[in-house]
Nanobody, 125 residues
Framework: QVQLVESGGGLVQAGGSLRLSCATS????????MGWFRQAPGKEREFVAA????????HYTDSVKGRFTISRDNAKKTLYLQMNSLKPEDTAVYYC??????????????????WGQGTQVTVSS
Protein backbone atom coordinates (compact mmCIF):
# COMPACT_ATOMS: atom_id res chain seq x y z
CA GLN A 1 0.00 0.00 0.00
CA VAL A 2 1.37 3.38 -1.01
CA GLN A 3 1.31 6.18 1.54
CA LEU A 4 1.42 9.88 0.80
CA VAL A 5 1.99 12.26 3.70
CA GLU A 6 1.47 16.01 3.33
CA SER A 7 3.05 18.61 5.57
CA GLY A 8 3.59 22.36 5.64
CA GLY A 9 0.07 23.61 6.09
CA GLY A 10 -0.89 26.21 8.67
CA LEU A 11 -2.36 29.62 9.35
CA VAL A 12 -1.02 32.58 7.38
CA GLN A 13 -2.13 36.14 6.71
CA ALA A 14 -3.29 37.19 3.28
CA GLY A 15 -0.30 37.93 1.08
CA GLY A 16 1.86 35.41 2.88
CA SER A 17 3.47 32.20 1.68
CA LEU A 18 3.50 28.52 2.54
CA ARG A 19 5.31 25.53 1.07
CA LEU A 20 3.55 22.20 1.12
CA SER A 21 5.43 18.91 0.87
CA CYS A 22 4.18 15.43 0.07
CA ALA A 23 6.42 12.48 0.88
CA THR A 24 5.64 9.09 -0.65
CA SER A 25 6.39 5.56 0.52
CA UNK A 26 6.38 4.09 -2.98
CA UNK A 27 9.73 2.62 -4.07
CA UNK A 28 9.94 5.11 -6.92
CA UNK A 29 7.80 7.89 -8.35
CA UNK A 30 10.12 8.86 -11.18
CA UNK A 31 7.80 7.65 -13.96
CA UNK A 32 4.52 8.86 -12.51
CA UNK A 33 2.39 11.99 -12.65
CA MET A 34 1.42 13.74 -9.44
CA GLY A 35 -0.93 16.52 -8.47
CA TRP A 36 -2.36 18.76 -5.79
CA PHE A 37 -6.06 19.18 -5.06
CA ARG A 38 -7.94 21.13 -2.40
CA GLN A 39 -11.31 21.05 -0.71
CA ALA A 40 -12.89 24.02 1.01
CA PRO A 41 -15.73 23.61 3.55
CA GLY A 42 -19.00 22.83 1.83
CA LYS A 43 -17.36 22.47 -1.58
CA GLU A 44 -16.21 19.62 -3.75
CA ARG A 45 -12.54 18.75 -4.06
CA GLU A 46 -10.97 20.70 -6.92
CA PHE A 47 -7.84 20.47 -9.00
CA VAL A 48 -5.01 22.88 -8.13
CA ALA A 49 -1.86 21.79 -9.98
CA ALA A 50 -0.28 18.80 -11.71
CA UNK A 51 3.21 17.83 -12.81
CA UNK A 52 4.51 15.26 -15.25
CA UNK A 53 6.90 12.46 -14.34
CA UNK A 54 10.08 14.51 -14.85
CA UNK A 55 8.72 17.93 -13.99
CA UNK A 56 8.90 19.02 -17.61
CA UNK A 57 5.20 19.83 -17.84
CA UNK A 58 3.03 21.57 -15.28
CA HIS A 59 -0.56 22.74 -15.27
CA TYR A 60 -2.48 24.99 -12.89
CA THR A 61 -6.05 25.96 -12.29
CA ASP A 62 -6.59 29.56 -13.37
CA SER A 63 -7.11 30.94 -9.88
CA VAL A 64 -3.56 30.02 -8.75
CA LYS A 65 -1.56 30.74 -11.91
CA GLY A 66 1.34 33.07 -11.20
CA ARG A 67 1.06 32.49 -7.44
CA PHE A 68 1.59 28.74 -6.95
CA THR A 69 4.43 26.56 -8.22
CA ILE A 70 4.39 22.78 -8.28
CA SER A 71 7.68 20.89 -8.30
CA ARG A 72 9.08 17.49 -7.47
CA ASP A 73 12.28 15.79 -6.35
CA ASN A 74 12.16 12.22 -7.60
CA ALA A 75 15.30 11.23 -5.72
CA LYS A 76 13.60 12.26 -2.47
CA LYS A 77 10.24 10.90 -3.63
CA THR A 78 8.67 14.21 -2.67
CA LEU A 79 6.19 16.59 -4.28
CA TYR A 80 6.03 20.30 -3.42
CA LEU A 81 3.62 23.19 -3.76
CA GLN A 82 5.01 26.67 -3.20
CA MET A 83 2.14 29.03 -2.50
CA ASN A 84 2.77 32.78 -2.63
CA SER A 85 0.45 35.80 -2.39
CA LEU A 86 -2.08 33.70 -0.56
CA LYS A 87 -5.70 34.83 -0.45
CA PRO A 88 -8.52 33.97 1.96
CA GLU A 89 -10.19 32.02 -0.85
CA ASP A 90 -7.19 29.64 -0.88
CA THR A 91 -8.32 28.34 2.51
CA ALA A 92 -8.90 24.59 2.19
CA VAL A 93 -7.55 21.17 2.98
CA TYR A 94 -4.84 20.42 0.43
CA TYR A 95 -4.28 16.88 -0.83
CA CYS A 96 -1.48 15.40 -2.89
CA UNK A 97 -2.21 12.58 -5.29
CA UNK A 98 -0.30 9.99 -7.31
CA UNK A 99 -1.27 8.45 -10.66
CA UNK A 100 0.46 5.07 -10.99
CA UNK A 101 -0.76 4.47 -14.55
CA UNK A 102 0.33 7.64 -16.29
CA UNK A 103 3.54 9.69 -16.57
CA UNK A 104 1.79 12.73 -18.02
CA UNK A 105 -0.36 15.48 -16.58
CA UNK A 106 -3.94 14.77 -15.66
CA UNK A 107 -6.35 17.09 -13.88
CA UNK A 108 -9.09 14.55 -13.27
CA UNK A 109 -9.81 13.40 -9.73
CA UNK A 110 -10.64 9.89 -10.87
CA UNK A 111 -7.33 9.38 -12.67
CA UNK A 112 -5.37 9.45 -9.43
CA UNK A 113 -4.88 6.23 -7.52
CA UNK A 114 -3.42 7.27 -4.18
CA TRP A 115 -4.15 10.25 -1.95
CA GLY A 116 -2.66 11.78 1.14
CA GLN A 117 -4.61 12.54 4.28
CA GLY A 118 -4.58 16.28 3.61
CA THR A 119 -3.08 19.32 5.29
CA GLN A 120 -5.09 22.38 6.35
CA VAL A 121 -4.23 25.77 4.90
CA THR A 122 -5.99 28.76 6.44
CA VAL A 123 -5.50 32.27 5.09
CA SER A 124 -6.76 35.11 7.25
CA SER A 125 -7.79 38.47 5.83
Amino acid sequence: QVQLVESGGGLVQAGGSLRLSCATSRRTISSLAMGWFRQAPGKEREFVAAISWNGGDTHYTDSVKGRFTISRDNAKKTLYLQMNSLKPEDTAVYYCALDINNPYITIKNDDYDYWGQGTQVTVSS
